[in-house]
């Protein structure tokens, strides 16, 4: 945080040309950071959006690998019915070649049970995810609903001459609110203005 805080210095003190914010043990202003729901929100909806994004990159490399998986097994099957229809038009199989029908059509069966099994996996797999995500819109719902009731990111108190910080999603959004708020501290007010 403390880089942070002297990055957001130096906008005002790059920007004025002289040093209006330095850094003190004895300093008048004091900065202070309390992690609210907001915060705990935005980290539960970082760590769940990551985890979605591993979770959807995973499904998505299972369902390709399935799609190739059955393709490679319908030319099997389409192979091995060509293979039994060519054995009835010539009236019938020899014994050798019967037997060798019956275990390819075993091994097609098996792999078959084998393909559903994986099916059934992908559906829970696609469901957990969408469980998931519902999930994460709900805590986003929630996050927004928070950030309606409280809007500010900072505050600066100009009785007690401090600036508290509530929440911040990522470092670059700290420095423009610890900027944002430093300048109130300057006695700035908010300007509609944006020319």
């Keep these: ?34 992690y609210d729901e907001r915060s705990a929100l935005n980290a539960r909806i970082q760590i769940e959006q990551n985890q979605l994004n591993q979770n959807n990159a995973t499904l998505q490399q299972q369902i390709a690998q399935y799609e190739a998986d059955v393709a490679t097994f319908e030319k099997k099957l389409a192979s091995f019915n060509t293979r039994v229809q060519q054995a009835n038009e010539k009236g019938g199989a020899t014994e050798e070649e019967y037997n060798a029908l019956v275990s390819e059509q075993k091994s097609l069966q098996a792999e078959n049970d084998a393909l559903d099994a994986r099916t059934n996996q992908l559906n829970l797999g696609a469901r957990t995810f ?29 009785s007690q001459h401090s600036i508290t910080i509530y929440f911040v999603v990522d470092k670059n959004e700290l420095i423009h609110t610890l900027a944002h708020e430093l300048g109130h501290s300057l006695t700035m007010d908010h300007t509609n203005n944006i020319s």
Aim: charged content about 15%.
């Design 130 to 158: 969408n469980a998931n995500l519902q999930n994460l819109k709900e805590n986003m719902n929630q996050f927004n609903a928070k950030i309606i009731q409280k809007p500010e990111e900072g505050l600066y108190n100009p």
């Design 1 to 34: 945080a403390t880089e942070s805080i002297l990055k957001a210095a130096n906008i005002w003190n790059d920007t004025s040309g002289r040093t209006l914010f330095a850094q003190s043990p004895a300093a008048l202003l004091k900065i202070h950071f309390i």
